[in-house]
């Protein structure tokens, strides 16, 4: 595929220099329907990116925007603070039944924002509320968001310079076979905390994402997880589980943590919980732990009423029944035969690759390829995303709701990148 890129326009000359996708996919984009977005010049691209993990049931998926539409058309409520509306009780109740009480969680459930950086700011601002302290732990190659209190949490060198001034209260322990396993799981992390002289400071709560993204899909074990909730219970700490990309069904069950049996104390939620990209984000947590007074903690934009019809529309199309979490894992196990037989091939580069359910990483020894393999994916037609502190890492996003032949496809295309880059 030839791409021309587009000639300097207003992106170049009035948006911001910060502008980051664009500068790896030059193309105008135009329509998108389930896992193909097309752009102003008529070229087609197969999407294994998904908004980031934000479009796990596709671009403009008719389920969903039927919904939205009707709901448009009839003049309900778009904006709502935090009122009582009856969009917001239909996505309750289907998240009630569906999600949590067929799971035996008991969380009460707080909208603190629309994106997934404002659900974790409430979730350590909570933490330390009901423990009375300030510290954090996090882990190393965490990513949690961009506001200042997610920052803290996040292991990212260059992001975390882009805070302008100290990031203090969060500290970082080894995520799991950070040490390729040679050490024994919070070996250093529970010496540090029963030693009085360590000058770690108490630690209100621990925050962990089972699968970390944009870190380099880097995948923990569900024995060290549990571990780690053992290690909280311990030590009086509560576990936050970060699941904004890996929840909604990205590694299979609704939750990434259902795997390894474990029940944090609070859980945050956002991208594909509207299911559709619209802004919503959610933050979970024991009802014992709700010890907020009314307004303590609001946003403008809490109340997003589009996003609560679209995501009852999702509960409801693809969680209901608990087929989505079944094909989701037999999709996983077609990516994971396909960068099988591409390692297999690549023989010489030190192929490996990692993932569960459809979010799977592909590293070389050459930690240049990966930019490389996505630049020519795009020529191509596949979109692709990088991740890993050096960009290190082929990341695959696709939808959940990726056809086995559109999978196949991509895969092939990848295949192809990895060879012509060799």
């Given at each position: 595929m030839t791409i021309t890129p587009p000639a300097l326009s207003v992106f170049e000359t009035l948006e911001s220099e910060v502008r980051s996708y664009c500068r790896g996919w030059p193309a105008v984009f135009d329509r998108a329907q389930g896992?193909?977005?097309?752009?102003?010049?008529?070229?087609?691209?197969?999407?294994?990116?998904?908004?980031?993990?934000?479009?796990?049931?596709?671009?403009?998926?008719?389920?969903l925007k039927r919904a939205l539409i009707d709901y448009i058309e009839r003049d309900g409520i778009t904006h709502g603070l935090d009122m009582a509306t009856s969009a917001k009780r239909a996505f309750l109740e289907a998240f009630q039944n569906i999600v949590l009480r067929p799971r035996d969680l008991p969380y009460k459930v707080m909208f603190p924002g629309p994106t997934g950086t404002n659900a974790v700011e409430a979730a350590l601002k909570l933490a330390r509320k009901v423990k009375g302290r300030e510290s954090v732990v996090s882990f190393t190659n965490a990513f949690h968001g961009m506001s200042l209190g997610s920052l803290a949490v996040t292991g990212n060198a260059f992001k975390r310079a882009g805070a302008g001034i100290p990031l203090?209260?969060?500290?970082?322990?080894?995520?799991?076979?950070?040490?390729?396993?040679?050490?024994?799981?919070?070996?250093?992390?529970?010496?540090?905390?029963?030693?009085?002289?360590?000058?770690?400071?108490k630690p209100a709560a621990v925050i962990v994402e089972t699968v970390q993204g944009e870190g380099g899909i880097n995948v923990a074990r569900a024995e060290w997880l549990r571990a780690l909730q053992s290690l909280c219970e311990r030590q009086d700490m509560l576990l936050i589980v970060d699941d904004i990309q890996m929840g909604c069904g990205r590694t299979g069950g609704f939750f990434s943590f259902e795997e390894a049996g474990i029940t944090p104390d609070i859980v945050t939620l956002s991208k594909s919980i509207s299911g559709y990209g619209l802004p919503m984000s959610l933050c979970l947590f024991k009802p014992e732990l709700d010890i907020w007074e009314p307004g303590e903690h609001n946003g403008t934009f809490r109340g997003n009423n589009p996003a609560f019809v679209t995501a009852t529309a999702a509960l409801n199309a693809?969680?209901?029944?608990?087929?989505?979490?079944?094909?989701?894992?037999?999709?996983?196990?077609?990516?994971?035969?396909?960068?099988?037989?591409?390692?297999?091939?690549?023989?010489?580069?030190?192929?490996?690759?990692?993932?569960?359910?459809?979010?799977?990483?592909?590293?070389?020894?050459?930690r240049t390829r990966a930019s490389a393999i996505c630049a020519r994916a795009f020529e191509l037609g596949l979109l692709l995303e990088t991740s890993g502190p050096e960009s290190q890492v082929v990341k695959l996003l696709p939808a959940l709701t990726v056809s086995p032949e559109e999978l196949d496809e991509g895969l092939r295309i990848l295949a192809r990148c990895v060879r012509e880059t060799a």
């Open positions: 896992s193909r977005l097309h752009d102003e010049d008529g070229h087609s691209y197969l999407d294994f990116f998904a908004g980031a993990g934000s479009l796990n049931y596709g671009h403009n998926n008719p389920v203090v209260h969060g500290t970082p322990m080894p995520f799991d076979n950070y040490f390729d396993g040679r050490v024994p799981d919070f070996l250093w992390f529970e010496r540090l905390l029963e030693d009085q002289g360590s000058g770690l400071n693809y969680w209901a029944d608990g087929q989505m979490e079944k094909q989701t894992l037999a999709r996983g196990e077609q990516v994971e035969r396909a960068l099988l037989a591409i390692a297999a091939e690549d023989t010489g580069s030190g192929a490996r690759f990692r993932g569960r359910g459809l979010v799977w990483g592909l590293e070389f020894t050459d």
